[in-house]
């Protein structure tokens, strides 16, 4: 059975993982609209791999506003 690959949720953070330039401006004008706990969660999500859309739905997913 071939293996899976798990979401960016669930994959360790690499090693020397960082949230490129880019990422970072648009995290910074996203949270002018969204709280800690939303921003984090994205943060963790990018690091581990996730876009930045997808970190934004894993965040909404898990109901931080």
Sequence with gaps: MA????????????????ISDDDKKKLEAHG???????MASMRMSILKGASFDE???NAKS????
């Design 3 to 18: 293996k899976k690959k798990l979401p960016a949720s669930f994959q360790p953070i690499k090693k020397g993982a960082k």
């Design 32 to 38: 002018k609209n969204h709280g800690k706990k939303h």
């Design 55 to 57: 970190a934004h739905k």
């Design 62 to 65: 898990k109901g931080y506003k």
